[in-house]
């Protein structure tokens, strides 16, 4: 029955999303949203396109894993077919309790007035935000309060360094209104030099804090771009998000969120070529996580000719990607940290490991993306527009 046995799944891993203003199109909070919308439930569930979640089991395991278990899905589509019964409300199960202490966040930025978009279906927008803190400083949990949940699909957060600034003001000097419009990174030929300070989809769990000990710096001078994804509904809505960190003087464990690419495919030497009509173009990548950090951080307190730690991993390409995953070749064996078997740009994010693995200095990270433009008639590379592509890893490492 609903309130004996799928209540209570439903409130763990689609709630967080599918209620009442937040951005799942329908709430199912109660019997009846949820008994209404239970054809619609039954077919998301057997496609496995509902709850979003897009590492592989095979691979790796993660925190705040959204995915149904093989009983969780049974127990939904057998109550479905058997007509949703809704059962004895005296069998509801109590709220969810959420283990993880809250976080007591110092920081809070937002865009400094509401902003209505109007590209539909998807607009990217990146608003400067300019960090408050006199001296360095190391970001220790990040969170974003969405201004309007119905249509804030993701937010990703670049520190722009202060010798960045200006490249990236003129950026939105350039555009009227509150932001610049921006696609993947935060514009700009320094896009991808831009360092990671964390990202937000709707249904993230935990409370925003990063691993122990850990923490990311940001120089005194620097500024935010907090890039929005809005999915904008018909009829104007206005957002006025927020992101929230919590900051330390020092930390045990520097630590970066760090893109890993190909860098010649940027400069277009190799290029990323997919051709038109290609089914299956693969394009893959290998380096060392030391040398990674060294080129984009010098100067960095860890990185090469030393061991570092890998906590969270995710993949990120545009439209046309199928497939992608980034694994640590030990030499006589690998181990897999992401696998995604069936990309699907709307759902992306990076996702916490259960536990953390060493990456010593003589293992390599293999970045491996699969695309299948068997529908474009024109051949596509690296960009940052909409009809580009991208094959770009996403890991968050520390010092050991």
């Excluded at 966040?105 to 865009?111: C, E, K, R, S, T």
């Excluded at 100067?299 to 906590?311: N, R």
């Excluded at 060493?358 to 008639?377: W, Y």
């Amino acid at each position: 029955t609903y309130y004996r046995d799928i209540k209570q799944i439903l409130d763990r891993k689609c709630a967080s999303c599918h209620r009442p203003g937040d951005i799942g199109p329908f709430a199912i909070t109660t019997y009846a949203e949820t008994q209404l919308m239970a054809p619609v439930i039954a077919a998301s569930v057997e496609a496995g396109t509902m709850p979003p979640w897009s590492p592989s089991a095979e691979c790796n395991t993660y925190k705040h894993d959204r995915s149904l278990a093989a009983d969780e899905r049974g127990a939904i589509l057998d109550w479905v077919a058997a007509g949703a019964p809704e059962g004895d409300p005296a069998d509801e199960p109590p709220p969810i309790d959420d283990p993880e202490p809250e976080v007591d966040f110092d920081i809070a930025l937002g865009i400094s007035e509401p902003f209505t978009p109007t590209v539909s279906p998807d607009e990217y927008r990146c608003f400067l935000l300019d960090w408050p803190k006199d001296q360095d400083s190391y970001a220790t949990a990040f969170s974003v309060t969405p201004g309007e949940r119905s249509i804030v699909h993701h937010v990703i957060a670049f520190i722009i360094p202060p010798q960045e600034v200006a490249a990236f003001d003129a950026l939105d000097a350039a555009d009227p209104g509150p932001g610049y419009p921006c696609y993947g990174g935060p514009g700009g030929e320094a896009s991808i030099k831009a360092q990671w300070l964390g990202a937000w989809v709707p249904g993230s769990g935990g409370s925003g804090a990063l691993p122990e000990g850990t923490g990311i710096l940001v120089k005194p001078g620097s500024k935010i771009a907090m890039q929005m994804h809005y999915h904008p509904l018909p009829g104007a809505l206005p957002d006025q998000s927020q992101l929230k960190v919590r900051t330390a003087a020092t930390v045990e464990r520097p630590a970066y969120l760090l893109p890993l690419t190909n860098p010649g495919w940027l400069l277009d030497s190799p290029p990323m070529t997919i051709p038109a009509g290609a089914p299956d173009t693969v394009h893959s990548f290998e380096i060392d996580l030391g040398s990674a950090i060294y080129y984009l951080f010098p100067g960095s307190p860890f990185g090469i000719g030393k061991p570092v730690v890998a906590h969270a991993a995710g993949v990120h390409m545009h439209t046309i990607g199928a497939r992608a995953s980034l694994t640590i070749n030990h030499g006589d064996s690998s181990e897999c940290l992401i696998d995604v078997p069936r990309w699907d740009f709307n759902w992306q994010g990076t996702y916490d490991l259960s536990g953390s693995t060493v990456v010593e200095p003589t293992d390599k990270v293999r970045l491996e993306c699969h695309f299948d433009n068997s529908a474009g008639d024109q051949p596509l590379k690296w960009g940052e527009g909409t009809g580009d592509e991208m094959c770009l890893g996403i890991v968050y490492v520390s010092a050991p």
